[in-house]
């Protein structure tokens, strides 16, 4: 994979041998500590397009700070907001302005916060006895103050799959999609599967087709709260379709030529190509240039 996926390759030491020694945190805290600016867990930039900083003065007295990690030799935090992500982020426009504007590694470092203050939010709660939880381990864990469960933030697997036969993909329609959009298909990884049989299930449900090698290609964190998208591709036997519609509102074959076409940016082909930040348009280019 050649050009940096979004929401990966942040310049940020996450620096977890600080992360449970309770005093080197607390001398990190000082002065010269800087605390990532949030609109609840929408990102602040600056005139530039770049994040906004400033220091842990600038939290509220009772706030939870996560530590980030190391940039540059300073602490960087992030304060956890009063409530969690209010809707769903494709409906704020703010997250997608910031998406084209900052620097990958700026997109990293806001990504990484946003899923973890977003999870603080929303976990004040022990899911065990439901006392008050606690930040603790400079926020890579919640503890209970009641019966001292300890809750870590989550990481929710998601496969998205290229499925491949005689030279040609299978592509899907989701309803809130752009019109004329496809993309790869994806579903979530349940209990008990391994990656591969989470592909085969997804593909063989949605569309009805049965794909037996599953191999990896690339994976994205995907902060809107937490998934990590794990990019696969998967040889179909045959391309016989039968398109699970509460799903998918449709599903389609495209040749190679197609692909290429939509993915030069053409608009005026058979499909348009899911957007540079997403996994699935790494997918695709990885496809082409195979
Ligand atoms: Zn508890």
């Known amino acids: 994979m050649s050009a940096t996926i979004a929401f990966t390759g942040a310049a940020l030491d996450r620096a977890d041998h600080i992360r449970g020694d309770a005093e080197r945190l607390a001398g990190l805290m000082d002065w010269r500590a800087r605390l990532l600016k949030l609109d609840g867990v929408a990102p602040v930039l600056d005139r530039e397009g770049a994040l906004e900083w400033g220091t842990l003065a600038d939290a509220a007295e009772d706030a939870e700070l996560v530590f980030l990690g190391l940039r540059h030799g300073k602490a960087c935090f ?5 409530q969690g992500a209010a809707g769903p ?21 806001y990504g990484a916060a946003r899923s973890l203050v977003d999870w603080h ?33 989550r990481v929710d697997p998601v496969t998205i799959m290229l499925v491949e036969h005689d030279d040609m993909l299978l592509l899907g329609r989701q309803p809130r999609f752009p019109p004329r959009r496809f993309s790869a298909l994806a579903g ?93 348009h790494h997918l695709l280019k990885w496809w082409l240039e195979r």
């Not at 606690?134 to 019966?147: H, V």
Request: charged share 20%; aromatic share 8%; net charge negative.
């Open 78 to 82: 992030a304060a956890v907001p009063d």
């Open 89 to 109: 982020a494709y409906a704020n426009p703010a997250i997608w302005a910031a998406m084209q504007a900052l620097s990958p590694d700026e997109l990293a470092i």
């Open 121 to 153: 939010a929303r976990h004040r709660f022990c899911a065990r006895c439901g006392q008050p939880t606690a930040l603790a381990k400079g926020g890579w864990q919640r503890t209970c103050g009641g019966c001292q469960a300890e809750h870590f933030p």
């Open 188 to 280: 979530f990884v349940e209990p008990g599967e391994s990656i591969e049989e989470a592909v085969r299930r997804e593909v063989f449900e949605e569309a009805g087709v049965v794909v037996q090698e599953v191999g990896y290609v690339a994976s994205q964190p995907w902060p809107f709260p937490s998934q990590l998208m794990i990019g696969c591709h998967a040889m179909a036997e045959d391309t016989a379709l039968n398109v699970d519609k509460t799903e998918l509102e449709e599903a389609r074959w495209f040749s190679r030529a197609e692909v290429a076409h939509a993915m030069r940016g053409g608009d005026d082909g058979a499909f348009i190509a899911p957007p540079p930040h997403a996994v699935a």
